[in-house]
Nanobody
Framework: QVQLVESGGGLVQPGGSLRLSCATSRFTLENYVIGWFRQAPGKEREGISCISTSEVPKYVEMFVRGRFTISRDNTKNAVYLQMDNLEPEDTALYYC???????????????WGQGTQVTVSS
């Protein structure tokens, strides 16, 4: 059952930026740890970043550290993933998910969106 909605994906040239948003009208995101994940064709879903309910702590995987930034605005019931200096290898379907534990593992998340496509190509 889809409970989260991702937006902000699209086609961007290498070196470009996108800002993904994760929102829902079904429940209060402030009560959940939020994670961002991605899945490229033929590959397993991988964790990118997660943020706790109070914004600290937050975690970003090494392979995107320095390029991707996670944040949340609890007044807007939304979480964001700012992606800068995008590379073709970042092309994937990006998902956000809500869970109760501070984790980068997909299995620890209860509620998922349907994903937003990010394509990095010249």
């Amino acid at each position: 059952q889809v409970q989260l909605v991702e937006s902000g994906g699209g086609l961007v040239q290498p070196g470009g930026s996108l800002r993904l948003s994760c929102a829902t009208s079904r429940f209060t995101l402030e009560n959940y740890v939020i994670g961002w994940f991605r899945q490229a064709p033929g590959k397993e879903r991988e964790g990118i970043s997660c943020i706790s309910t109070s914004e600290v702590p937050k975690y970003v995987e090494m392979f995107v550290r320095g390029r991707f930034t996670i944040s949340r605005d609890n007044t807007k019931n939304a979480v964001y993933l700012q992606m800068d200096n995008l590379e073709p290898e970042d092309t994937a379907l990006y998902y956000c998910a809500a869970g109760r534990h501070f984790s980068i593992l997909p299995r620890d998340y209860e509620h998922w969106g349907q994903g937003t496509q990010v394509t990095v190509s010249s």
